[in-house]
């Protein structure tokens, strides 16, 4: 790892069966630490490894591991991911179930819980809630975005944290594209082929906070500031 401001570069090392979850500021130790797990024998050995002592500690084992291709969004004072299923499956034989596919981990007491998904049932046991479910920060608060389909995403806040309280903030729907090439893409795809039709109720919610979907930042481009800078339209 490589501090541009301070210079500083450090080079840490987990097992080679291990996966690296997060990188966070400990809020107890006051030290930059990596949080990672390995597969144990009923659970996942969960790891901490402290970036100032390159010491590791195990603090938990735990039943549902963390989609670590994801980063984890911070707030409230702990890491939210959603659940890794297909190692959950092979632990478990069975997927997680609806109610527990967000997981939450506690800096200040270092523990894990798991939490619900907003809205209803979605098919539990099915499988699949990583290619469809996603989490991000808007304006301090979590929010949750369901894509899946081609016509809607639905996005949900959490305006009461210690009760796990979900509350439906928009819903975007466009119609079904013809195109072949939009097969598998995931909403995103229609919704900048189709800006101008649908912007007037998008535009608001990426004026403050992109669309993060497919491990890239999404934003609807300002047709005004468009023309002003380009002399064109889009």
């Not at 596919?101 to 539990?124: A, Q």
């Not at 046991?125 to 894509?147: F, I, K, P, S």
């Not at 598998?184 to 189709?194: A, E, F, N």
Request: glycine residues 8%; aromatic residues 12%; neutral net charge.
């Amino acid at each position: 790892m490589w501090n541009p401001i301070t210079q500083d570069q450090v080079t840490v090392a987990t097992p080679l069966t291990s996966h690296i979850c997060a990188f966070f500021f400990h809020p107890k130790s006051r030290e930059y630490t990596i949080l990672f797990y390995c597969k144990g024998s009923v659970g996942f050995k969960f790891f901490l490894l402290s970036l100032a002592t390159k010491s590791s500690r195990q603090i938990t084992s735990y039943s549902h591991p963390p989609l670590c291709s994801a980063n984890p969004i911070i707030l409230y004072g702990a890491l939210h991911w959603i659940v890794d299923e297909y190692p959950y499956e092979c632990m478990h034989g069975r997927f997680p179930s609806c109610s527990n596919i967000v997981l939450v981990f506690n800096m200040e007491r270092e523990l894990f819980f798991t939490m619900s998904h907003p809205g209803g049932r979605c098919g539990s046991g099915q499988g699949g809630h990583y290619r469809t479910t996603h989490l991000m920060e808007m304006g301090g608060d979590l929010c949750c975005y369901q894509a899946s389909s081609l016509e809607e995403l639905v996005i949900w806040i959490i305006k009461d944290y210690e009760r796990k309280v979900w509350v439906k903030m928009n819903v975007f729907v466009n119609g079904p594209s013809n195109n072949p090439c939009d097969e598998g893409r995931g909403l995103v795809t229609v919704i900048h082929r189709s800006v101008r039709r649908i912007r007037s109720s998008y535009a608001r919610l990426c004026s403050a906070a992109p669309i993060i979907l497919y491990g890239a930042l999404h934003w609807v481009l300002d047709d005004d500031a468009y023309r002003s800078l380009n002399g064109l339209d889009i």
